[in-house]
């Protein structure tokens, strides 16, 4: 089982949609979770951390985090064009770890 | 400030040469991480430096990789000999101790070994 799992898509949502993206992880000592934003040819950026569980929401985006069901997840509304991209979900163990885990990532087209 | 910076940009190279990708951290940060991707295996951690010690080079590939941090603006991974299946994208990120923080990353170097 990988570490930290997402569903690699391609995930497709008209714009103005709501888009949708899910990452499971196995170690229940994860304590910190990040999603990123990975344009094609470009680095990793980060969009949304999340520490605690429930939502947290920063403009169009709402991070999600359940630790008891090992799950968080993205929400994207009122998607755009430019939000098409891949998008990384990264976990941070606990304790002195501080080095952070991706998932595979989740490849999102917004079609106008 | 500059943010993480990556050299070169791209790098190709005969199969059995040297090559050598360099980073600059941010300043302050005491973190600095070496990832490789590639379309088949994803975002991959090759090696970790705290307060440029190695701590964890677990997911390091084989001998003929090697990174090295001689101070704390300034890190190196190098291969040798080169492979092409080693062809990937290399990223360097950095961050500070504190755990709810995430890695900043450079441009990162595309290397092509033919």
């Known amino acids: 089982q990988k570490e930290v799992e997402q569903n690699s898509g391609p995930l497709s949502v008209p714009e103005g949609a709501i888009a949708s993206l899910n990452c499971t992880y196995s170690?229940?000592?994860?304590?910190?979770f990040f999603w990123y934003r990975q344009y094609s040819g470009k680095s990793p950026e980060l969009i949304m951390s999340?520490?605690?569980?429930g939502d947290k929401e920063d403009g169009r985006f709402t991070a999600q985090l359940n630790k008891a069901s090992q799950y968080v997840s993205l929400l994207i509304r009122d998607s755009q064009p430019s939000d098409s991209a891949t998008y990384l979900c990264?976990?941070?163990?606990?304790?002195?770890?501080?080095?952070?885990?991706f998932g595979s990532g989740t490849q999102l087209t917004v079609l106008p | 400030d500059a943010g993480v910076i990556q050299s070169p940009r791209h790098e190709v190279t005969e199969m059995g040469q040297e090559v050598t990708l360099r980073c600059k951290p941010i300043?302050?940060?005491?973190?600095l991480f070496w990832y490789r991707q590639t379309m088949m295996r994803g975002l991959e951690l090759l090696i970790y430096?705290?307060?440029?010690?190695?701590?964890?080079d677990s997911g390091m590939p084989e001998d003929r990789f090697s990174a090295k941090m001689p101070n704390a603006s300034f890190s190196t991974l190098k291969i040798q000999p080169s492979e092409p299946r080693d062809s990937a994208v290399y990223f360097c990120?950095?961050?500070?101790?504190?755990?709810?923080?995430?890695?900043?990353f450079g441009q990162g170097t595309r290397l092509t070994v033919v």
């Open positions: 990120a950095s961050s500070t101790g504190q755990l709810n923080t995430e890695a900043f």
């Open positions: 170690d229940r000592g994860s304590q910190s």
């Open positions: 999340i520490y605690s569980n």
């Open positions: 990264a976990v941070k163990l606990g304790g002195s770890a501080r080095q952070l885990t």
């Open positions: 300043s302050g940060h005491d973190y």
């Open positions: 430096f705290n307060n440029n010690v190695p701590i964890d």
